[in-house]
């Protein structure tokens, strides 16, 4: 059985404190992971990410046939991850294309290497 209390002798205030004000330092960064990852979150996204991570950009259609999805859902997904800068859009005639957002590839390219590498270690 786990105890859910805590019992302490000693509190040590001054590591405390320091706990609490490097968690502030890094808290807007922190926001954002946490928005990021709550959009990956989802198993279509994730996997509409991997695609464009790996194809550089796709578009909706491409998107729908690859997932076997009708084009609405897609483009639903791919508004939450356009609306949360995790994407990017670009209009060449009629066709839209979607790729990752510059500021974001870094994260999501780690995120889905260490799926990866997961997948690897499971495997063997």
């Known amino acids: 059985m786990i105890s859910s209390s805590c019992i302490r002798v000693f509190a040590d205030t001054a590591y405390i404190e ?31 990410l991997f695609l464009l991570a790996q194809e550089q950009q796709l578009c909706v259609c491409d998107l729908a046939d690859v ?6 859902a897609i483009s639903q997904h791919l508004r939450k991850l356009k609306d949360g800068g995790v994407i990017q859009a670009r209009k060449v005639g009629q066709t839209v294309f979607y790729s990752l957002s510059a500021a974001q590839q870094p994260l999501i390219h780690s995120l889905l290497a260490a799926a990866s590498t997961s997948h690897a270690t499971s495997a063997r």
């Open 67 to 72: 997932l076997q999805m009708n084009v609405s």
């Open 18 to 48: 320091q706990c609490q004000q490097r968690l502030a330092s890094v808290e807007p960064g922190l926001a954002a992971l946490a928005a990021v990852l709550s959009l990956a979150g989802n198993r279509v996204r994730l996997q509409m």
